[in-house]
């Protein structure tokens, strides 16, 4: 069976398990009494590089990285991401870090709080701020959410380093083709039901957008209320939450090499935030949102409570993919065959903020 490195980020530390020859370990937790929001494995160079953004109620929010999977971590003797003493904001929390794909292979992005947009061009060790979009004409009238104003997702393109995709809540998406000096809002067909004007041209509350395996231009969204697909790279979207149980629900991830083939995990409602049916299941769809498939085979048959956040729902890139999530309750999950069964990696952690997975050598 595969290697595979996953690291759990919680309102406590950060967890690493390693799976060798199909068994799991665990390591002591990094960063004691922090809050890891943010994870990223960069597998583009000789050996990976992890990445973390911590936020230490004393000394506040940075961004870590490590060269030897965890043993040991660097902090950057000046910040990491900061912001400019023109823009007169300062750094809460960094909500993403995603390395670029090999199109660029030192380029890493972060997202932050206030929402903003960071570019790395040393993988992660310092950062600038992509200031077109913060000086977006949009922005005056950006609103935080009940979780803030955070950018939560990034997606860079195989096939265009200039191109990048971003979240923001509650703002909405947003694309730019020519390397960040231009963005425009890409919500055509997102509700945003909690609005006078259901049907903005931005302000929807995007929770999490993930990109399809074999179609580049084929992204799926999950919205505060809305499951929605674009073929188009987020030029329309298609509401494809009608198989759901319930269209609500933060996390979001798309398999690793099958096209048309997403996972998410549906939440009982924004005023009641616990799993759907109070189960513990993940849903799949094979057929771009067509149909969905409930997915419990080894998580818990009793009623359950334990929320998963956007972050915390994520892929590795093995054959079969390895599918694993982590929630509000401090237990882990982790599926090595699609999705199709399951089993506990851990339990009683912190409450679950991030998880993310990659095959190791």
């Given at each position: 069976?595969?290697?595979?490195l996953?690291?759990v980020g919680?309102r406590?530390?950060?967890?690493?398990?390693?799976?060798?020859g199909?068994?799991w370990?665990?390591?002591?937790?990094c960063?004691?009494?922090?809050?890891?929001?943010?994870v990223?494995?960069d597998?583009?160079g000789?050996?990976?590089r992890?990445?973390a953004?911590?936020?230490?109620?004393?000394?506040?929010?940075?961004?870590f990285?490590?060269?030897?999977?965890?043993?040991?971590?660097?902090?950057p003797?000046?910040?990491?991401?900061?912001?400019?003493?023109?823009?007169?904001?300062?750094?809460e929390?960094?909500?993403?870090l995603?390395?670029a794909?090999?199109?660029?292979?030192?380029?890493?992005?972060?997202g932050?709080?206030?929402?903003?947009?960071?570019?790395?061009t040393d993988?992660?060790?310092?950062?600038e701020?992509?200031?077109?979009?913060?000086?977006?004409?949009?922005r005056?009238r950006?609103?935080p959410?009940?979780?803030?104003?955070?950018?939560h997702?990034?997606?860079t393109d195989a096939?265009?380093r200039?191109?990048?995709?971003?979240a923001?809540?509650?703002?909405?998406?947003f694309?730019t083709?020519d390397?960040?000096?231009?963005?425009d809002p890409?919500?055509?067909?997102?509700s945003?039901?909690?609005?006078p004007?259901?049907?903005?041209?931005?302000?929807?509350?995007?929770?999490?957008?993930?990109?399809?395996?074999?179609?580049?231009?084929?992204?799926?969204?999950q919205?505060?209320?809305g499951?929605?697909?674009?073929?188009?790279g987020?030029?329309?979207?298609?509401?494809i939450?009608?198989?759901l149980?319930?269209?609500?629900?933060?996390?979001?991830?798309?398999?690793?090499?099958?096209?048309?083939?997403?996972y998410?995990?549906?939440?009982?409602?924004?005023?009641d935030?616990?799993?759907?049916?109070h189960k513990?299941?993940?849903?799949?769809?094979?057929?771009a949102?067509?149909?969905?498939?409930?997915?419990?085979?080894?998580?818990?048959?009793?009623a359950?409570?334990?929320?998963?956040l956007?972050?915390?729902?994520?892929?590795d890139?093995?054959?079969?993919?390895?599918?694993?999530?982590?929630?509000?309750?401090?237990?882990?999950?982790?599926?090595?065959?699609?999705?199709?069964?399951?089993?506990?990696?851990?339990?009683h952690l912190?409450?679950?903020?991030?998880v993310r997975?990659a095959?190791?050598?």
């Open positions: 069976m595969t290697d595979v996953l690291t919680t406590k530390g950060l967890f690493i398990g390693r799976r060798r199909g068994a370990t665990f390591d002591e937790p960063f004691n009494a922090q809050a890891i929001y943010s990223a494995i597998t583009r000789p050996a990976p992890l990445l953004g911590g936020d230490s109620a004393h000394w506040g929010p940075s961004v990285h490590s060269d030897d999977l965890g043993r040991t971590w660097t902090e003797s000046r910040p990491a991401v900061k912001f400019p003493e023109f823009t007169g904001a300062s750094l929390r960094v909500w993403q995603h390395p794909g090999a199109e660029a292979p030192d380029v890493v992005y972060a932050t709080e206030p929402a903003a947009l960071f570019k790395s993988r992660g060790e310092s950062f701020l992509v200031r077109p979009l913060w000086e977006h004409p949009t005056s950006w609103v959410g009940g979780g803030g104003e955070g950018l997702t990034i997606l096939r265009d200039e191109a990048v995709t971003v923001v809540s509650t703002a909405g998406v694309r083709r390397g960040g000096a231009s963005w890409a919500n055509k067909g997102v945003a039901v909690f609005l004007d259901q049907n903005p041209e931005f302000g929807q509350c995007v929770h999490k957008v993930t990109r399809d395996a074999a179609d580049p231009d084929r992204l799926y969204l919205n505060h209320w499951v929605f697909r674009s073929d188009d987020g030029g329309e979207w298609t509401d939450g009608g198989g149980p319930s269209d609500f629900g933060f996390a979001a991830a798309a398999h690793p090499h099958r096209g048309d083939t997403a998410v995990f549906p939440i009982e409602a924004d005023s935030r616990v799993p759907a049916g513990c299941r993940v849903f799949r769809t094979s057929d949102g067509k149909s969905w498939q409930p997915l419990s085979a080894g998580l818990p048959a009793e359950h409570y334990g929320t998963v956007r972050d915390a729902l994520c892929t890139d093995a054959d079969p993919a390895g599918v694993y999530f982590g929630n509000r309750n401090g237990e882990v999950y982790a599926s090595a065959d699609d999705g199709e069964s399951w089993q506990r990696l851990a339990e912190p409450d679950v903020l991030c997975a095959v190791i050598g």
